[in-house]
């Protein structure tokens, strides 16, 4: 049975400002209800200051990643009317489509326009936290190209690694928030909202299509209608049909006079535009003769690829991608963190590969240096200093305070008990704290137990 | 302290105040008078500026921080203003006293003053009639003499009917001179703010004062301009147009005053041209359908989660109807029919006032059809429409319309309107000027 699956992403811009207020837009260190003026309050009276240019440009950048056509014609912003208690005003800005008819990884973009985000409600406590009314978002509508859950968490992996490459979307995660349409053999469509992480979407959309599937086995008809995905539960449940559908009763905002995209704006947000992930990808293989996997996962996060650059300036490119792709890469992966999360710098970097190819660091240790990084925000030069392999003479005393503090052990072992040995190798890591290298260290006491 | 020892902004403030205790409780155009006003006066009066001491009352619409912005609603009754609107932080920097915030008609829903949930107002010009509106208390507080000068709001007509009914001044500004930060929506794209005063030379004042850019989107990028200090009645080249359509509307008795105004600028220098206004009764129902519209859109943020009550429980019936309305014309399944039709009209006038404009300097005419009527009588919801029939194109065009007292009937006020193109607000307080000098 054939799937059809198309989205609707939403991502906060990363802006300085509201979109129609000078309330800052980075609101997470803010007490709740403080980041807020009368404007974003949407207080009586409060009329919106004219929209944020840095989030128009945004808009655009992502629309031209995405390899949209621009919109010429005045682009009005409406108001899309619904009551629910983030809502100062009763309705939500949103603008027409600013970009059409883009492309990504083989799948349609039908548009990409500008929005102000909601403040948060919480229905437990029932209290309303405004200080994300207002923020900017860029949402991106895409054709139903899909036609699996795999195909859809590989999509967005890509869609959001052209939007960090953009430079124009909030990094600090969590605020992205994906609406899903889902239809089987031009059955009807049913839209699920409320899924905010890939993770998440790849969960609704087996237990959606699934449950598409078992519906029609039954013969029964699958309704059109909105359901919520219940992170939980991983499962999705119904908010609303066709028939009790709210009619959003759009208007162009009064207050409001339509945007102009004008050829110049396009050319400049044009002409700054950063290289897109598939882009880099192509030149670091040919600039830095890496393989394809190599430079795939260097590019996965545009901080990423740039730290290689500056390290291939110093550093022969092949082993700086191999460092990448494995080392940095594996840490990564075991703490669940992207790059940009994890606090490492260039000069982590070049540190840890200068100490590996001078022989004062192992494989090893340079993994717990990165993580000690990653974890604790530790300096690594400081690190290195600790872990670097023990010169001979301190490993040779280390081996014989071993050797003289377990008399026990050397007995054994000279008895014949080979195995003995393994417990003095431990007790000499332990005295030197792990820097020592093991294999040293069992071909010093058996040369001294010999 | 003595009298002698009040400064002069303070001794104009007790004045005022002391007619108010006196007179307003027959009058009842104010719903709450500042309490700090003694002390923004002698702050004023060591202040100075160009309105140093003058006392203006505020429609209750507009946010003037401290005082309860109520519309004259139930709905807001409790919302105290956290904030000045852009116009009073203006009139203050000027060294203006705020009095106090005057009645009106609920959320500006109404031509006669009579649907405030504080009670209607009376007309001291013109006793046991309406003062007209929705500015009622704004013109009334002028007219009675209790304020220099007022700020009202004009949607279709709300400065300039109540203007003419009260015998006053009042001046509705160009679409996007004045600021409207502050100012509680009835229908954005048609509302602005304006000055309500006893002489076209303080409303000319107060306007250059409130004028000019800010940041809102929907303003003009336009410098304020002395507007009073270039006034004149000397109207030699100005061409003064007359719709003849204009007749077929208005009662014969406004008409003869409206008549004699005209011939007395003529007499002033100003040359008489009749234009053609063939689309002028299309312009109530389109200004209708726009303000349900957008006035459905501006209430919703009266849930009753903020300020207390949802809009639809306590409200008046005009204001019920109109929101009752405008959720239905905009629905899904008639926005074409009714609001895009309606916006569509709306730049069939604007193109017919603009050409009209092309051919003269200003358009003269009478403001409202017919005479106030008394206080209590009964319309129906049309015939109070009725009133905003001329008063409507001024808006949907977003060009600037005054009125001027031009005489009476039977002892009632009746204003002359004078319209001029997109921020020509000189040649029309010039004209407007002229009018006041015989009336």
Request: with cysteine; aromatic share 6%; glycine share 8%.
């Amino acid at each position: 049975m054939k799937v059809r699956i198309g989205f609707e992403i939403h991502e906060q811009l990363a802006t300085r400002t509201k979109l129609f207020c000078r309330s800052p837009a980075d609101y997470r260190d803010a007490e709740p209800n403080t980041n807020v003026c009368e404007v974003c309050l949407g207080m009586p009276g409060a009329k919106p200051m004219g929209v944020n240019a840095e989030a128009v440009e945004g808009v655009i950048a992502i629309a031209l990643m995405l390899n949209c056509e621009l919109v010429r014609e005045p682009v009005y912003i409406l108001r899309k009317h619904y009551d629910y208690p983030d809502l100062p005003s009763g309705y939500q800005r949103t603008s027409m489509p600013i970009g059409k008819n883009g492309e990504l990884a083989g799948v349609g973009i039908w548009e990409v326009h500008l929005e102000e985000d909601p403040g948060k409600y919480d229905p437990v406590t029932g209290r309303v936290d405004y200080n994300r009314s207002g923020v900017p978002l860029v949402e991106i509508v895409t054709a139903p190209d899909i036609t699996s859950p795999e195909e859809a968490r590989n999509f967005m992996r890509e869609l959001v690694k052209v939007l960090h490459y953009s430079g124009r979307v909030r990094r600090e995660g969590g605020t992205m928030r994906v609406d899903v349409n889902v239809s089987i053999e031009d059955g009807a469509r049913v839209e699920i909202k409320n899924i905010n992480s890939i993770k998440g979407l790849y969960r609704a959309l087996k237990f959606e299509i699934t449950r598409q599937k078992n519906l029609r086995r039954r013969g029964k008809a699958v309704k059109r209608e909105t359901r919520a995905y219940i992170e939980e539960q991983m499962i999705t449940k119904s908010m609303r049909t066709k028939e009790t559908a709210e009619d959003y009763r759009y208007i162009p905002d009064p207050d409001l006079p339509p945007l102009r995209i004008t050829e110049e704006l396009v050319e400049r947000v044009r002409s700054e535009l950063p290289e897109a992930p598939h882009q880099k990808l192509q030149r670091f293989m040919q600039q830095y003769r890496i393989s394809r996997d190599d430079a795939w996962a260097i590019t996965s996060e545009p901080e990423m690829a740039d730290a290689f650059e500056q390290v291939c300036g110093q550093v022969e490119p092949g082993r700086a991608a191999a460092f990448f792709r494995h080392i940095i890469k594996k840490t990564l992966n075991y703490h669940g963190m992207s790059f940009a999360e994890s606090g490492l710098t260039v000069r982590d970097i070049l540190a840890v590969l200068g100490a590996i190819s001078s022989g004062r660091l192992s494989q090893q240790a340079a993994e717990l240096v990165l993580r000690e990084v990653v974890e604790r925000g530790a300096e690594a030069e400081e690190l290195i200093q600790r872990l670097s392999k023990l010169d001979e003479q301190s490993l040779a005393s280390a081996v014989e305070q071993a050797i003289r503090e377990n008399p026990g052990a050397v007995q054994d072992y000279r008895s014949g008990r080979r195995e003995a040995i393994n417990y003095l190798v431990g007790q000499v890591m332990r005295i030197t704290r792990g820097r020592a290298d093991a294999e040293k260290a069992l071909e010093m006491l058996q040369e001294r137990l010999s | 302290m003595s009298r002698q020892a009040l400064g002069e902004a303070e001794e104009n403030l007790a004045r005022r105040f002391e007619e108010i205790e006196r007179r307003d409780r027959e009058i009842n155009s104010f719903i709450e008078l500042n309490p700090h006003a003694q002390e923004e006066a002698r702050r004023a009066e060591k202040l100075g500026g160009r309105l140093a001491g003058m006392t203006v009352a505020v429609k209750s619409n507009i946010n003037v921080r401290g005082l309860r912005a109520t519309c004259a609603s139930k709905t807001l009754e409790n919302y105290v203003a956290p904030y000045d609107a852009v116009v009073v932080e203006r009139l203050r920097r000027e060294g203006a006293v705020i009095l106090g915030m005057t009645n009106m008609d609920e959320f500006a829903c109404g031509s006669s003053g009579e649907s405030s949930y504080f009670g209607p107002t009376e007309n001291p010009s013109a006793k046991g009639r309406i003062p007209g509106g929705s500015s009622s208390g704004s013109a009334a507080a002028v007219a009675a003499g209790f304020a220099d000068a007022a700020l009202g709001s004009d949607t279709g007509g709300s400065i300039r009917n109540p203007a003419s009914h009260c015998g006053v001044v009042g001046v509705k500004p160009t679409y996007g001179l004045v600021p409207r930060h502050g100012l509680i929506d009835l229908a954005m794209s048609l509302d602005q703010i304006g000055p309500i005063a006893r002489d076209v030379r303080t409303a000319a004042l107060l306007l250059e004062v409130i004028a000019g850019s800010s940041r809102e989107a929907s303003m003009l990028d336009v410098e304020p301009q002395p507007y009073s200090q270039r006034l004149s009645a000397d109207l030699s080249g100005i061409k003064v147009g007359f719709a003849k359509e204009y007749e077929e509307v208005t009662s014969p008795e406004i008409l003869g005053v409206v008549k004699r105004a005209l011939r007395r600028l003529e007499a002033q220098g100003a040359e008489l041209v009749e234009v053609e206004l063939p689309n002028l009764e299309k312009a109530l129902p389109t200004y209708y359908l726009i303000v349900f519209v957008e006035f459905f859109s501006a209430t919703r943020r009266y849930d009753g989660r903020r300020y207390g009550y949802r809009i639809e429980e306590v409200c008046g019936e005009e204001v019920l109807r109109r929101i009752m309305l405008g959720s239905y014309i905009s629905q899904k399944e008639y926005a074409g029919r009714y609001y895009r039709r309606a916006l569509q009209f709306r730049s069939l006038i604007r193109r017919e006032l603009l050409q009209a404009l092309e051919e003269v300097d200003v358009l003269a005419g009478p403001t409202t059809p017919k005479l106030p009527h008394r206080l209590g009588e009964r319309l129906t919801p049309l015939e109070m429409y009725a009133y905003d029939l001329l008063t409507v194109p001024a808006n949907l065009a977003g060009i600037p319309a005054g009125v001027v007292p031009a005489g009476r009937v039977n002892g009632i006020p009746v204003g002359l309107q004078v319209q001029a193109k997109p921020l020509q607000e000189q040649v029309m307080l010039n004209v407007m000027l002229a009018a006041e000098g015989r009336a």
